[in-house]
């Protein structure tokens, strides 16, 4: 079955560190990947998605994610996190064939230290 | 341009009432998900709609679920009777186009907090 594992349920980082945020799927073939980002009171943002060709994308905010297709991974990094970005972080996963099936991870909350 | 709208934002009520949370999806945008978000169950998407019509309702909870979309701008999700374990943050989203790839990212709206007394 597909799914989307975010192994760090809550990561707190310094202001101004560098950040990496996990998520790892299981699926047939190679899906359609996103990150999104939701702040409190508010809906999700897509932060930058991996539909093919250079396997690292650039994103909004300074985000990047590198799809790596043997480890089955699709990371989120910043090098130097601001204040605003404490939030949750939501890697999903999508078939080819139909958006609806999209899978969310179950979320990745990010406290930023001062 | 506006993004989705949701209304109400926040929704406080006693078990028993009817509940009815609207969504106006993006101009130009063909399909439209109905999700719910709680801590124990993450996002849970309820039903969606291609062109108005509803082609997978398998994530609606209970027949006390119902949702509709009359028209291209505007879609309802309605819940009657409500109970306490509704309580959720419901989101709408919508995306260009009709569900035939799963490139399209969806926009979400910033949800509607429901809170079942």
């Known amino acids: 079955a597909q799914s989307v594992t975010q192994p760090d349920i809550h990561i707190t980082v310094s202001e101004g560190a560098s950040l990496e945020l996990r998520c790892n799927y299981s699926?047939?073939?190679?899906?359609?990947l996103f990150w999104y980002v939701q702040s409190p009171g508010q809906g999700l943002q897509l932060l930058l998605k991996y539909f093919s060709g250079d396997t690292l994308v650039q994103g909004i905010k300074g985000f990047e994610a590198e799809f790596k297709r043997s480890q089955s991974s699709f990371n989120l990094r910043k090098p130097s996190v601001h204040w605003s970005d404490a939030a949750e972080y939501f890697c999903a996963v999508a078939p080819y064939s139909s958006a609806s099936k999209i899978i969310f991870g179950s979320g990745t909350r990010l406290s930023i230290r001062p | 341009d506006a993004g989705v709208i949701q209304s109400p934002r926040h929704e406080v009520t006693e078990m028993g009432q009817e509940v009815t949370l609207r969504c106006k999806p993006i101009s130009g945008h063909n399909s439209l998900f109905w999700y719910r978000q709680t801590m124990m169950r993450g996002l849970e998407l309820l039903i969606y709609?291609?062109?108005?019509?509803?082609?997978?309702d398998s994530g609606m909870p209970e027949d006390r679920f119902s949702a509709k979309m009359p028209n291209a701008s505007f879609s309802t999700l309605k819940i009657q009777p409500s109970e306490p374990r509704d309580s959720a943050v419901y989101f709408c989203?919508?995306?260009?186009?009709?569900?035939?790839?799963?490139?399209?990212?969806?926009?979400f709206g910033d949800g509607t907090r429901l809170s079942i007394l």
């Open positions: 989203a919508s995306i260009i186009g009709t569900d035939n790839g799963g490139n399209q990212p969806q926009h």
């Open positions: 699926y047939g073939a190679t899906p359609y």
């Open positions: 709609f291609n062109n108005n019509v509803p082609i997978d």
